[in-house]
């Protein structure tokens, strides 16, 4: 192998240590605060870069819960200034109301809850989410109409049906 192969093996096992190490930094603060990570993003935006962290608990997440996410991840990133190049800014929040979910986790945690589903089948289903496996989902509709078993590769968009 020649010396740039070897070089750009060795920047991409820097980049997943560099990766592993902010995942761990992440994932202590958040459990410190008892939320769970719903997402993170590390993006250039303009001249600095953002680190944008979403978190989730099943009660909900208060100002507070990202106050103390962004303060204990923020002084971790402090001890590792070399972590994140240059200068960036962490923005912590909750994914908000209507935020599609996509993986198994985001729909785990709204099992009990009314979800609005867009199926390539036909219109939307509105139903409270029963059960979540691998393959589909189970709904139990509004108005008495049962339970139904939506298969995940039918679903669109699902989204939580936020009550008024």
């Not at 605060?33 to 680190?51: H, I, M």
């Not at 099992?111 to 029963?130: D, F, I």
């Amino acid at each position: 192998m020649g010396r740039s192969g070897e070089r750009a093996i060795l920047l991409y096992e820097v980049f997943l240590i560099t990766q592993e190490k902010l995942n761990s930094l992440i994932a202590t603060a958040c459990d410190s605060s008892a939320v769970s990570l719903v997402e993170a993003d590390l993006f250039q935006a303009g001249r600095r870069k953002v680190l944008r962290l979403f978190i989730d608990k099943p009660e909900g997440v208060t100002i507070s819960d990202c106050t103390k996410v962004s303060r204990s991840l923020s002084a971790a990133l402090d001890l590792e200034p070399d972590l994140i190049e240059g200068a960036f800014t962490l923005e912590v929040s909750s994914p908000g109301l209507d935020r599609p979910l996509k993986s198994d986790a985001d729909f785990l945690r709204n099992v009990g809850r009314r979800l609005r589903v867009t199926r390539s089948t036909g219109k939307p289903l509105t139903g409270v989410l029963k059960a979540v496996n691998p393959e589909s989902l189970t709904l139990e509709l509004m108005g008495n109409a049962g339970d139904l078993e939506v298969p995940r590769s039918e679903i669109l968009s699902a989204k939580a049906d936020v009550q008024i």
